[in-house]
């Protein structure tokens, strides 16, 4: 059972969190938290200035060509990062007590790179916290036991169908009998080590599944078989659509159009119910004459508006070095919303070749940057997409200017990230 905390309220009604909490939140003095209602309590977001995770792409170059990927529709150089810029970012923080989490992937597939196990190596040695996300087909017998004696933190594995058919479907490769063997490798070497907990030891696995119509049916049979392989956490994405086809793949227009205007609809309080035939009917009736649903006291819905990046605490850098404030903005590519092509152009906060990453983060136009996306005062283009402003993230009809994140579909709580 979790422990019980509480915070106090001084006599001039502010709010005092526990020194150890605000410490494990990133929350300094000073400090401007933003709060908002939530049902009957408060909604306490993260601090804008404390860096909690570094998304590093170690390279954009990758060894499956999956359909659902950005890769397919974009033009740009391939590469992969250098011993100096890894070195770089790790020089960013040797002199701080509280390292943010290193998280190795991007656009490409990190075990790939020649020196990841150095990477892992170097950033565990000086006290970060490392995941690294990867399709699994270079996990090997010799790669899974590194990885275990270096005490990789967490591991995610993309896994978009439990059966041969709909694995292939999705990432053209008839890679999935080797995938599974690979984590049962894991799963048996990590038994052999740490002993029969999922929990125990190291590395933490977890699922990524992309869902879409042709695979959705699937997710039940890719739950049960990580849980069999010992996976912690399941992270659920829709599909983000860079063509025609994969836009009628998606699975959500509805709750799209749901967001609009919510305020004003009708909220349905929902119990916890057993999820059989009947009440996902009910449950889908309610919903799709779009009021507002409270499940078991949380409301869907409630985390739109909200980037998941700067909610986080993170940033993320590019192969080349390229500092962006999340990883939609590493690449400028190209997305359907409805049935209009929108173009994000690439948007970058600094350079680790050039400056020390905590400078950049620190920077007090970043900082503003942050608070404005904290704010999320954006027009809504996602759901409005009537105007020529849509098309792109420069500008919106709110006067902002790049980046815009109106249109952002991870922001709108529709396509996440590990």
Partial sequence: MAKIQYAQVD??????????????????????????????????????????????????????????????????????????????????????????????????????????????????????????????????????????DLKLDMLWVSLDGASPE??????????????????????????????????????????????????????????????????????????????????????????????????????????LMDIQPRTIKALSDVQKDMNRLELSGSLLNQNTDQCPFVERGSLAVRWDGKVSPCLPLLYTHTHFLDDRERTSKEYFVGDIQETDLLRIWNNGDYKDLRKRIQDFDFSPCAFCNSCEMANGNLEDCFGNIQPTCGGCLWARGLIRCP
């Fill in 166 to 271: 709909c694995y292939v479907d999705v990432r053209l490769g008839d890679a999935l009998p080797t995938v599974i063997e690979n984590l049962k490798q894991l799963q048996l070497q990590r038994y052999q080590t740490f002993g029969a907990s999922n929990w125990a030891g190291y590395p933490k696995l977890g699922i990524a599944f992309v869902a879409m119509q042709r695979n959705i049916h699937d997710l039940g049979a890719v739950v049960r078989l990580g849980s069999r392989l010992g996976a912690v956490e399941f992270s659920i994405s829709n599909v983000l659509a860079h063509n025609t086809e994969l836009l009628h793949e998606n699975l959500y227009m509805h709750s799209m159009s749901m967001v609009v205007g919510q305020e004003i609809r009708p909220l349905v309080h929902m119990p």
């Fill in 11 to 148: 006599e001039h009604g502010r709010i005092v969190l526990p020194s150890h909490l605000a410490s494990e939140l990133g929350i300094a003095p000073g400090d401007e938290i933003r709060v908002e209602p939530n049902g009957h309590g408060l909604h306490i977001h993260s601090s804008i200035t404390t860096l909690k995770r570094v998304y590093v792409e170690v390279t954009n170059k990758c060894n499956l060509n999956c359909s659902t990927c950005m890769r397919n529709v974009w033009d740009v150089k391939y590469g992969r990062m250098s011993d100096e810029t890894f070195k770089h970012i790790l020089l960013s923080f040797q002199n701080q007590p509280n390292k943010p989490e290193l998280f190795l992937g991007g656009y490409g597939e990190p075990l790939s790179h020649p020196h990841i196990l150095e990477m892992i190596e170097q950033a565990k040695e000086l006290g970060h916290r490392v995941s690294l996300i990867t399709n699994g087909i270079l996990l090997t017998e010799q790669i899974i036991r590194k990885l275990i």
